[in-house]
């Protein structure tokens, strides 16, 4: 079952993309919820320093615009500790949408691509149906 990591500093989107996430079939457990970049990044190195594959995320959805680290200073965290490789798909998540982060998402091949809030249940139950999305595990 496909793992998912939300990283945002808006309560409100944790629990509207849970909701949405399990509606379309994601189980609560594969789930995971960070308010600061520096957290999240510190779950995945903990994750890969036990070697533990199962909880590794599958997709990764990241707020563009934080208070401490943008959702473009988690891809540079993310790329600075772990080969580009095993970096699951990442998804940039705003409410707004200007053409410069567009273009910066559209140059940086890790980056899934670029979304604006809200997530819908659609769109997580094409991430679930689409299996040719979902990245091999780092210790696969």
């Known amino acids: 079952m496909s793992k998912l990591l939300f990283i945002d500093d808006d309560y409100a989107s944790h629990v ?18 960070f308010f600061e970049v520096n957290e ?5 190195k903990a994750i890969f320093a036990d070697s533990d594959s199962k909880k590794w995320p599958d997709f990764i959805f990241v707020d563009l615009n934080m208070p401490e680290k943008s959702g473009f200073d988690f891809l540079d965290d993310l790329k600075a500790e772990f080969a580009h490789d095993i970096i699951p798909p990442i998804y940039i998540v705003s409410t707004t949408k200007n053409e410069g982060d567009v273009n910066k998402v559209e140059q940086e091949p890790l980056i899934k691509g670029f979304r604006t809030k809200f997530l819908e249940q659609d ?3 094409s991430l679930l149906n689409d299996q040719d999305k979902i990245v091999s595990n780092p210790s696969s």
């Open 40 to 44: 999240a990044v510190e779950h995945m």
């Open 123 to 125: 769109f997580f139950e």
């Open 16 to 33: 509207y993309h849970r909701e949405m996430a399990e509606s379309a079939g994601f189980h609560k457990e594969n789930l995971v919820f």
